[in-house]
């Protein structure tokens, strides 16, 4: 069973950073493109950063800010998010088997809020 178990959201000030983390199991680190996403109240989800057979792929709000990056050793993905802004603040939730073009994933682990502050 695929299960993804997501932490490390809270409530910051605009410019600090935080580190997103998500614990994996049931799958092998390189079976699934894997990433995240985020929703934030009243908007659509959207992609914000994708990892895949090498390839990594952020979205433009994100990019030169937050960082991708696994530790596969414990099964885990990491989203370092750094000069946080306030349009950042959403639901952020880890997935895996990304189609990350289609804005959809097969596989998603529970929600952690982020709250950014001015």
């Known amino acids: 069973e695929v299960q993804l178990q997501a932490s490390g959201g809270g409530s910051v000030q605009a410019g600090e950073s935080l580190r997103l983390s998500c614990v994996r199991s049931g799958f092998h680190y390189d079976e699934y493109a894997i990433g995240w996403f985020r929703q934030a109240p009243g908007k659509g989800r959207e992609g914000v950063a994708c990892?895949?057979?090498?390839?990594?792929w952020y979205a433009d709000s994100v990019k030169g800010r937050f960082v991708i990056a696994s530790d596969n050793a414990e099964n885990t993905e990491y989203l370092q998010m750094n000069s946080l802004k306030p349009e950042d603040t959403a639901t952020y939730y880890c997935a895996g088997d990304i189609a990350i073009a289609d804005n959809r994933a097969t596989f998603w682990g529970q929600g952690t809020q982020v709250t950014v502050s001015s």
């Open positions: 990892a895949s057979d090498g390839k990594i």
